[in-house]
């Protein structure tokens, strides 16, 4: 205690998820994002065209798979535009996803030695995928329009659904790093979890085939999986109108409102875990 | 003014779990396991204060806390019981470059670690030059680190550290790596940042580093501040904490370690006793066996010290430590390394012992600490004469090297080469 009777200045808080300063969080966010970007361009001269090459193969395969020796998507209009749009954005979750389990545990040297606020790690993976994302969605905008799309004003739905994705995988990201600190199986499970998910979304498969066999399953499957009434609204909102809508698809607004539930609880319960493990993530790493 | 930091009962423990729970799958199975566990408490009750400006060493032993204090300082461990304040902005350097990432130029890890020292991004572009300047690099600045020499990275990490505007810094070790010539600039830089006005909180085991630079000084040993004062007392307890662990031999007499703490003088900070005996008189003797305050380098010299027991005492150890101008310890030699039992001593016996040894040390001036300890754990001095007495090694030579030991060196010329007639 000073002469003055009374400490002055601040009191010490500890390490924490946001670290007292979104301002900083933001900062420190955006510059990582940045900075592995650039890495991963720098990496090789041929760096977007890497970028983009993952999903193309991928899209490739599915294409020649599903057209050539099984049609699935035979009657949908502009089925491969659908289906490239949703192994676009599967890449996404995927990608950020797979990095960001073991973001935090991968960046120990930083944690264990420099105090910042410990959400930039986690909340950068995902921006970096958001960048990767928004090159991707150049290319199939570049597709689309070869394969004769009509763009709609619904378009402007884009960064709407861009932004629930965003939440989902954010939510994802942020319970799961921080839970892989302490369970390491948590990335094996997460592997599964996403093939799960891949499946479990119209995006080989029109959701048209899912209601030819049972309309209420394809309902549930809207209503349940935050991704599938992302990757419908997607097809609805960019590339065919005529299709149905998230809402028409999980039957009703009222389904659609138990989707968003979903979503924000993945996100809020995600923040909440993370925001109770971050003081201690430096010492238990 | 009021203080830079002030920490109060600050605590920090760790969980040890005896039984690992690693997985979720074995978390489901065994939703009990792993909930105990033995705590390991790093930090007891840690109280202190540094004024502004002040250069605030934190010493103490490898497992000591003094790590774990500046984590929680730092904000990078979440203390588990008492608080502190900082007064103004803090920065911590657990280690020099941390975050660096050797695919990137010098300029774009400058922004990096300039916005995670929490800089806004604009006062970490208007500081890049800045920096790249501080450190020499301009000319390098679009290299990629990992072409960059340690030297260059080292420079790199403290030009950064000295930019970041911090009113207080706290830094862990990080001098411990580079040559002598590289810790002499980091101490410059040291100077400077404290003639600034800011205060340092400096966390290492290097007591030399510490008596020469900081004003004050804290000792941890085992979680718990031993001592709070100035640099050399700090250092002297420092010494002392580990020569006794030194000594390991049978159980020590627990009423006569309490004894020995009670009779401890507070008055001569250079001297350590515990009554039972003195040492009296101690000089250097040549190579005739003079006494003598001037030693010739190379010859066959000794020191010696007479005792004399004011109580019975078994088997104490005799030893003396000779240290340089630089503070820095260049010999040691103790009856504990080589005769088991020294006998017993009565009171009023007196005793002088020699160490004779080759003078194979530098020319400069030297002092030597005499001590009289008991076998056992624990503070265990009988008595001890910090830089008791001192005698100067003459040399012809000047290698500004510890040691002058004797050598030879061979030159092997390659054939000549004879060129073509």
């Known amino acids: 205690m000073s002469a003055t009777g009374l400490p002055s200045g601040r009191p010490l808080a500890g390490p924490s998820a946001l670290g007292g300063d979104a301002g900083r969080l933001w900062r420190l966010t955006w510059t990582l994002a940045v900075t592995n970007f650039k890495l991963r361009f720098y990496g090789s001269a041929l760096g977007y065209l890497w970028q983009l090459m993952r999903p193309l193969l991928l899209f490739g395969v599915l ?14 209009e502009h089925y491969p535009v659908v289906l490239l749009t949703g192994v676009m954005l599967f890449t996404f979750l995927s990608e950020a996803t797979s990095g960001g389990v073991t973001s935090i545990v991968q960046s120990e040297a930083l944690i264990r030695k420099v105090e ?7 909340c950068s993976i995902v921006l970096t995928s958001l960048f990767n994302l928004g090159l991707n969605l150049v290319a199939v905008v570049v597709f689309a329009a070869i394969s004769g799309v009509d763009f709609h004003t619904s378009l402007i739905q884009v960064p709407v659904i861009v932004g629930a994705l965003c939440a989902f995988v954010l939510g994802i990201v942020l319970l799961t790093s921080a839970m892989f600190v302490r369970y390491r199986d948590i990335q094996p499970i997460w592997d599964v979890v996403l093939q799960m998910l891949f499946y479990g979304t119209p995006v080989l498969y029109p959701i048209e085939i899912v209601q030819e066999r049972s309309a209420a399953a394809a309902e549930w499957l809207v209503t349940l999986n935050p991704f599938a009434a992302i990757v419908q609204q997607a ?7 005529t299709a149905d809508s998230a809402a028409v698809a999980a039957g009703g607004w009222g389904h659609l409102a138990i989707t968003g539930a979903i979503t924000l609880a993945i996100l809020v319960g995600g923040f909440l875990v993370f925001r109770r493990r971050a003081p201690y993530v430096a010492e238990e790493l | 003014m009021p203080p830079a930091v002030s920490v109060q009962s600050l605590s920090k423990g760790f969980r040890v779990p005896s039984e690992q729970v690693n997985t979720l799958k074995e978390r489901v199975l065994h939703p009990l396991r792993g909930t105990r566990g033995a705590r390991f408490e790093a930090l007891r009750d840690v109280s202190f204060e540094v004024e502004q400006g002040e250069f605030f ?27 502190a304040w900082i007064d103004g902005r803090l920065s911590a350097f657990i280690e020099l470059g941390v975050g660096f990432n050797m695919d990137l130029a010098a300029r774009d890890n400058i922004r990096i670690n300039a916005v995670m020292l929490g800089l806004s991004t604009r006062d970490a572009r208007r500081r890049e030059d800045e920096i790249l300047e501080f450190a020499g690099l301009e000319q390098f600045q679009d290299l990629k680190i990992k072409n960059y020499s340690s030297g260059m990275l080292v420079r790199l990490g403290f030009a950064i550290m000295a930019h970041v505007d911090a009113d207080v810094l706290l830094i862990d070790e990080v001098l411990a790596v580079g040559d002598a010539a590289f810790q002499q600039k980091c101490f410059d830089q040291f100077n400077r940042i404290r003639d600034e006005g800011r205060t340092v909180l400096f966390v290492t085991h290097d007591m030399g580093a510490v008596e020469r630079y900081c004003d004050r000084a804290m000792l941890l040993e085992h979680g718990e501040m031993v001592v709070l004062g100035d640099a050399h007392r700090v250092g002297q307890e420092y010494l002392r904490v580990n020569f006794a662990d030194v000594e390991t ?10 004894q020995a703490v009670e009779e401890e003088p507070e008055t001569d900070p250079l001297r350590s006793t515990d009554g039972r005996a003195e040492i009296v008189r101690a000089w250097f003797e040549d190579a005739e066996g003079n006494e003598s305050s001037a030693l ?55 005793v002088t012992y020699r160490v004779s040894f080759d003078n194979v040390f530098s020319g400069g001036r030297y002092f030597a600490t005499p001590a009289v300890a008991r076998r056992g754990a624990g503070v265990a001095w009988i008595d001890r004469r910090e830089k008791f007495v001192t005698a100067l090694v003459t040399s012809t030579r000047t290698t500004d090297a510890a040691v002058d030991i004797p050598y030879a060196i061979d030159l092997v010329r390659a054939e000549a080469r004879t060129p073509a007639a």
């Open chain 1, 63 to 76: 294409y020649v798979v599903f057209t050539e020796f099984v049609r699935l998507g035979g009657d949908i």
């Open chain 1, 116 to 122: 910042f606020p410990r959400m930039a790690i986690p």
């Open chain 1, 235 to 241: 097809r609805h909102a960019f590339i065919d109108p």
């Open chain 2, 57 to 83: 060493g934190i010493v103490g032993r490898n497992g000591s806390g003094k790590s774990t204090l500046l984590k929680c300082l730092a904000g990078i461990y979440r203390a588990d019981g008492g608080q």
């Open chain 2, 249 to 258: 031999a049978p159980e020590p007499d627990p009423a006569a370690d309490e």
């Open chain 2, 296 to 350: 010739p380098h190379g010859e066959r010299c000794a020191f010696a010290a007479t005792v004399r027991f004011q109580a019975e005492v078994e088997h104490p150890l005799f030893g003396v430590v000779l240290q340089n101008d630089r503070d820095h310890t260049v010999f040691a030699a103790s009856t504990a390394w080589t005769q088991e039992r020294s006998g017993l001593f009565r009171a009023g016996d007196e």
